[in-house]
C-alpha cells in the first residue's frame, strides 16, 4: 500500500496568513493527489484533484502543487471558514490511501 | 442538483453486521463510482471499496474483503455496504462518495453526510 505521510497534524494562523501544509507519498504518484476540506458535520468537500487542478466553485485562494512523490497545498490568506480539516488522497493505485490530515485553526 | 443521501445512525454489538445505504440523485447513475471510506473517532480516512453501478463490479481493500459486501439496486439509484464481523474497532462514520468511471484518477467530488455505525455491548 502507498503510504502518505501529511504535516503538520495541526496548525493554528492568523486571518490572511499564507498556509502550507505537505503530503509525501512513500513512491512515485505522478501528479494522483488529491485534498479534501472535512468540517465536523458536514460531508467532506473536493479542492484539488490531479494535484493542481481546483475543483469547480472552489476559491482560488486554495492551490496545490508538486509530482512525484512530494506535495505542498496552500491556503494563500486564510479566512475564517477554512477552520477545517484537510487530507491529501492518492489516487495512483489501489487501494486508495490519505494522509493523516491537518487541523487548521484560527 | 447532486445529492447522495445515507441512511441513519446504527448501533450494533460485536460479531452482528451492519448494512447503510446510499441513495444517489441529480445525475446519471450508472456513470459514476460509488466509494465508501470511513472514519473513525480522532482517526484519519480509510478506503473500504468501490462498486460501479453500471455492472456491479466491485473492488475492496484487502483489509475488508473478508468482510464487507457493496451491492447496488438501479432501480432505486442505491448502493448498500454491509460490514460484517463488527468489532469495536469499525465504531466509525462511514462515508458514500462518487467518481466519474473513466475519470483521471479516483477523486471523489460528491460525498454522502456521513453514517454513524457504533459498535458496542
Known amino acids: 500500500d502507498i503510504q502518505m505521510t501529511q504535516s503538520p497534524s495541526s496548525l493554528s494562523a492568523s486571518v490572511g496568513d499564507r498556509v502550507t501544509i505537505t503530503c509525501q507519498a512513500n513512491q512515485d504518484i505522478g501528479n494522483s493527489l488529491n485534498w479534501y476540506q472535512l468540517k465536523s458535520g458536514k460531508a467532506p468537500k473536493l479542492l484539488i484533484y490531479g494535484e493542481s487542478n481546483l475543483e469547480t466553485g472552489v476559491p482560488s485562494r486554495f492551490s496545490g502543487s508538486g509530482s512525484g512523490r512530494d506535495f505542498t497545498f496552500i491556503i494563500s490568506s486564510l479566512q475564517p471558514e477554512d477552520v477545517a480539516a484537510y487530507y491529501c488522497q492518492q489516487s495512483y493505485n489501489f487501494p486508495l490511501t490519505f494522509g493523516g490530515g491537518t487541523k487548521v485553526e484560527i | 442538483q447532486v445529492q447522495l443521501v445515507q441512511s441513519g445512525a446504527e448501533v450494533k454489538k460485536p460479531g452482528a453486521s451492519v448494512k447503510v445505504s446510499c441513495k444517489a440523485s441529480g445525475y446519471a447513475f450508472p456513470n459514476y463510482y460509488i466509494q465508501w471510506v470511513r472514519q473513525a473517532p480522532g482517526q484519519g480516512l480509510e478506503w473500504l471499496g468501490l462498486i460501479n453501478p453500471s455492472g456491479g463490479n466491485t473492488r475492496y481493500a484487502q483489509k475488508f474483503q473478508d468482510r464487507v459486501a457493496m451491492t447496488r439496486d438501479t432501480s432505486t439509484s442505491t448502493v448498500y455496504m454491509e460490514l460484517s464481523s463488527l468489532r469495536s474497532e469499525d465504531t466509525a462514520v462511514y462515508f458514500c462518495?462518487?467518481?466519474?468511471?473513466?475519470?483521471?484518477?479516483?477523486?471523489?467530488?460528491?460525498w454522502g453526510q456521513g453514517t454513524l455505525v457504533t459498535v458496542s455491548s
Open positions: 462518495a462518487r467518481n466519474l468511471i473513466g475519470a483521471l484518477g479516483h477523486f471523489f467530488d460528491y
